[in-house]
């Protein structure tokens, strides 16, 4: 039986997917290096499929979504699956609760993703502290808070578009569901359905901190009770306090990890293109093309993530072609190759995961973002944080590959190539200075911890 003195016992409960479960898992292990005993709650699904690796330092448990044998694949539409997780998770999420009702450490704090709000009130009917944890920035919360108050009207019929603590947008900086109206309406009602129960929440986390983006924080801490505590990436790469902290620990792809190493070790300094888009992207066959031509057409040397179900796309013999030059792998562990010396820029979809791990590393950016928050945070890579450039989209919705050889040339040559690479290295060092001890990220979860633990 466990005996070990805790000073609480956190629960963590991420939406089913790789972008929502990594900070949640990270943040947990960030809580138990401050005392506490933090478990993880995923799916069954999930927890059956997923590429684990031990961690002693983090407990795991399951809850059900109803869709145990296949998960959100399993369901025939979004709103089916939310409805349906809401009514099992809820039970499930209850019968978790009282199994640790009576043992050493029962269940003081639930974190929920907001996209499954229905577990603070799961939370609440136990008197259990209930905190939300959102996994995009600050601003792109922000944004979705003023459509969901009526504070921002749609359609959007007059530009440009002020938000308090935000820069002033476009229509094509907006979040895709804003700026494409009618697009994806199930994932917008789910975006906006995030603010349906958080100020009742007794405190609103946000993977992002302070020193990123600060006129948005202090904006929104107006109207909530929010604490920025990121960057949630493994400590190995960031303040090295946590031990054996070098991966987040669960993946639902196989990493071909050894295979890029090995490759990117070959290389001179600098002289690397990454490509990734990330675990839910899928890019049109037209799209693929053109970065693949573009690449070939480069003078500089490439490593492209290409999952399985996107290989079908790549040109006819362009992996045997490109020889050394390039390499294309299914999956890889992203924090390695960002981290390795060879990568010179990171061409990516921007989805928030992906470039706070490229602002945590200090790499330059090329923004080809595709969809939701992806589009907001490619306009701060670009004219905020000022670490690369985005891409232009012709008129029928595709980056041309003359296009996105001339972005990777400003990133990769040049004085504005030298630009990007000293604002990286800056922001590297203000994301170690935030999670260290005594920085702003540390103190805001010494904070968090305060509110529902007696010291």
Not at 20 to 33: A, C, D, T
Request: proline fraction near 5%.
């Amino acid at each position: 039986m466990e005996n070990k003195a805790y000073r609480g016992h956190v629960l963590a409960l991420p939406y089913p997917s790789q972008g929502h479960i990594n900070p949640l898992l990270q943040f947990s292990k960030r809580l138990v290096s401050k005392g506490l005993k933090a478990t993880l709650a995923t799916t069954l699904y999930i927890h059956n499929t997923m590429q684990s690796q031990s961690s002693s330092s983090l407990q795991f448990d399951t809850i059900s979504d109803g869709y145990d044998e296949g998960g959100f694949a399993q369901a025939e539409s979004i709103h089916a699956y939310l409805n349906r997780m809401e009514t099992i998770g809820s039970k499930t999420l209850a019968d978790l609760i009282i199994k640790n009702k009576n043992t050493a450490n029962p269940i003081d704090c639930i974190i929920y993703d907001p996209f499954l709000p229905w577990a603070l009130e799961v939370a609440k009917k136990f008197g259990i502290f209930g905190a939300a944890f959102f996994t995009q920035t600050c601003a792109v919360n922000f944004i979705y808070y003023h459509v969901h108050y009526g504070l921002l009207k749609l359609p959007i019929t007059s530009t440009p578009i002020s938000i308090p603590g935000l820069p002033v947008l476009d229509l094509e900086d907006m979040p895709s569901f804003i700026g494409v109206p009618g697009s994806y309406p199930a994932y917008f009602e789910m975006a906006l359905n995030q603010f349906s129960s958080s100020d009742k929440a007794d405190v609103v986390l946000v993977n992002t901190f302070y020193e990123l983006e600060p006129e948005a924080v202090d904006s929104m801490s107006r109207v909530s009770r929010l604490l920025p505590i990121g960057p949630t990436i493994p400590s190995f790469y960031l303040d090295k306090c946590l031990e054996n902290d070098n991966d987040y620990g669960l993946n639902l792809f196989v990493s071909y990890s050894s295979v890029c190493n090995n490759w990117l070790n070959t290389k001179p300094e600098g002289s690397v293109i990454y490509l990734s888009f990330g675990s839910m992207s899928s890019l049109s066959n037209k799209q693929m093309e053109e970065l693949a031509f573009a690449l070939k057409g480069s003078k500089f040397h490439f490593l492209w993530v290409v999952k399985a179900s996107e290989e079908a796309k790549l040109p006819k013999k362009f992996v045997e072609e490109i020889g050394n030059k390039g390499l294309v792998v299914q999956w890889c562990s992203q924090l390695e190759v960002l981290s390795n010396k060879a990568i010179g820029c990171f061409l990516t979809h921007c989805g928030w995961n992906s470039t706070l791990e490229a602002l945590s590393l200090g790499v330059p950016m090329v923004g080809v973002p595709q969809w939701t928050d992806q589009t907001t945070n490619a306009k701060y890579v670009k004219d905020v944080w000022k670490v690369g450039v985005r891409a232009k989209v012709c008129e029928n919705g595709i980056v041309g590959r003359e296009e996105i050889e001339f972005c990777i040339k400003e990133v990769m040559e040049g004085e504005r190539g030298k630009y990007f690479q000293k604002n990286a290295k800056k922001w590297r060092e203000l994301a170690i200075k935030a999670i260290s001890e005594g920085g702003s990220s540390d103190k805001s979860i010494d904070e968090f911890v305060s509110k529902f633990v007696n010291s």
